[in-house]
């Protein structure tokens, strides 16, 4: 599997997102998904399916340390006491001794950063996370963020697809050695629907989700689509044996829309997006 590499941490390219899976269909669908080569699995403390998360990994048979497993403290939880002890209970979710990755999941601004990130260190520090980073961090916090740190911040998992231009945002990231992880990647499966992506996908034999993902991936970032589908799980991970051309990326490009947002960020009373 084909991974993003920044500051010591290999993320691989190609992950499972899990937000909205629940109970025994969550387990199964990540089980299946590492039996079928994925190697990284996102999830967060607000998902509520870090137990299913654990039991599927563990019913796969494929060895922990083979898999990379991103999860989230959720912003209420952002003081230091709290963010450490969701962080154990995460774990304890999980049935894991340490996560690869630990994100604040949305910025809180009622909480000083320098607290939270002092202790999102802490549970670094303390063997709780091999990793550390954030996610729907603008490019003013992603600069706030990493001259806070005591630890290197690895990753900035936002919203990412053909119809959302991200360039500023990925630019910020990239300067500060930060991967880039996107979440809605197929744009919660609107990409199916997309005319240019599906024609594209005809030349290569491809569907238009897989070349929409492949496009993300081609340009260095990951890419975590969801399915609750196990026949879809194959389809979404077979990108890695297709190059789009230089005229298809800036084609692909070109989506991008003023309205391309899909998630909306404004419950968390954090920063609006550049
Ligand atoms: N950090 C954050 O704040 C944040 C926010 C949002 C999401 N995330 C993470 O990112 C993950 C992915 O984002 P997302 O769940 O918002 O959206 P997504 O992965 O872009 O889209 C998921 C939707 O697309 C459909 N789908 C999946 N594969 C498909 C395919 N090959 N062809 C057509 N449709 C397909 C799924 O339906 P079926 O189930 O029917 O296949 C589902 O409805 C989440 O699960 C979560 O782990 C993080």
Known sequence: MPAVEAKGA???????????LRGRACARVVEQALRLGYRHIDTAEMYDNEREVGEGLRASAVPRNDVFVTTKIWPSHFAPRELLRAAKDSLVKLRMSEV??????????????????????????????RHIGVSNFNTVLIEEATSLST????????????????????AACRAK????????????????????????GREHGKTAAQVCLRFLVQHDVAVIPRTSKIER?????????????????????????RDGRIVDWSFSGSPKWD
């Open 177 to 200: 050695g930060m991967a880039v992880v996107a979440y809605s990647p197929i744009a919660r499966g609107n990409a199916k629907n997309d005319a240019v992506l599906a024609r594209i």
């Open 100 to 129: 690869d990755l630990l994100l604040l999941h949305w910025p809180n601004p009622q909480v000083p950063l320098s607290e939270t990130l002092g202790a999102l260190c802490q549970a670094k520090e303390g063997g709780m996370a």
């Open 233 to 257: 799980l194959g389809e979404n991970l077979s990108i890695f044996d297709f190059t789009l051309t230089d005229a298809e990326m800036s084609e692909i490009a070109g989506l991008a829309h």
């Open 10 to 20: 290999r993320i691989p390219l190609a992950g499972l997102g899990t937000w909205d």
């Open 151 to 170: 630890e290197p911040l690895v990753c900035n998992q936002f919203e990412m697809h053909p119809f959302l231009d991200q360039s500023k945002l990925v």
